[in-house]
């Protein structure tokens, strides 16, 4: 009576110690930044890879959890090669899998299984590939509370989990995985203050040394000259503050110093076009502060009617010049015959 029983549970042993070993294989974390190249290795080493027969080897992907295992590329056991199916993958000529551009959609879980000469199975292994956003550079802001008080906010726009670490005057205070710290220190200026951001693709930094919060930026404004050749040079000058960074708006619209633009961007200078009226305006920043110009029109005269102008003057000067001169002759003439009777 007790057989069946012991047959059925030899059967659930074995069944249980199968799913054991699969769900055991040996599995490594990958990460990788969105747009980058993924060598994704064969590291078994294979005994025959050309010839009549070969080392058996097929990489398979899961997307998802709840999603179909996906056969994707291999080498069967005479050597007929299947490459993948993806234009944007291929296999490499150890059998490894390279990824040339990956996405978010490459995330999930890689196998590869290799096989002896024999077709039986050899091993196994798994890679778990996280495709993840490329953090951007951390900006820093700082606001003067005191004369003894500094609060230092340290922010990321982008980047997949963003873990940020704050440093002032080599003082750590601490990490963030928010994309956002903020840290009032009484540290005496000058500071040295450094703000990491990394992710487990990527790592960016930014460092300022500010001297003193007499930094912040003060009454910002416009100035131009107006060129001979029609063109015109705009200025973005501040009263006070240090380390600006600067900005264009031009019509409404922002300019950028490596896009094909009229006008030339040179820091707190552009240059470009003068013959229409433009609405300009600059935006300045620094660590402390970040100040707009009021929008202004920057119109020149045209130099064609400038140089009318000149022209005319000069006429006018020659003109009365001349009759100068003939004035002072006939005065000469007649003075010589007054001379002579």
Known sequence: MRAPFTMRSQTALLLLCVLIKASSADSQDLYAAVGEKMVIPLETRQDSTSGHFCNKYIWR????????????????????????KRSDCSLSSNGSL?????????????????????????????????????????????????NVSLLVTCAVEKGTKPQILLTINREEFGESE???INVTTSSPPPWNISCSANNKASQKMTNVFPKSCQDALL????????????????????????DALYSWTVGGQPLQSDTNSSWQVRGNHITGDANSPRNVSCLARNVFDQVWTPQQVVHCPDPEKKL????????????????SLLVHSLWEIRKIRKANQ
Do not use: W
Request: aromatic share 6%; glycine share 6%; with cysteine.
């Open 61 to 84: 992907y899961r997307p998802s959890a709840d999603q179909y295992l996906q056969h994707i590329a291999g080498v069967s056991d005479i050597c007929q090669k299947t490459d993948c």
């Open 98 to 146: 390279i990824l040339h551009r990956v996405t978010h959609r490459d995330s999930g879980l890689y196998t590869i299984i290799t096989y002896h000469l024999n077709n039986n199975r050899n091993t196994e292994k798994q890679y778990q590939l996280h495709v993840l956003d490329v953090v951007s550079d951390p900006v820093v802001k700082l606001q003067c509370l005191s």
């Open 178 to 180: 928010m994309g956002l």
């Open 219 to 242: 009454d910002p404004g416009l100035e131009f000259s107006c060129h001979v050749n029609g063109s015109v040079t705009i200025s973005c000058v501040v009263e006070s503050g240090a």
């Open 308 to 323: 009318g102008v000149a022209k005319l003057c000069v006429k006018v000067v020659l003109c009365v010049m001349y009759n």
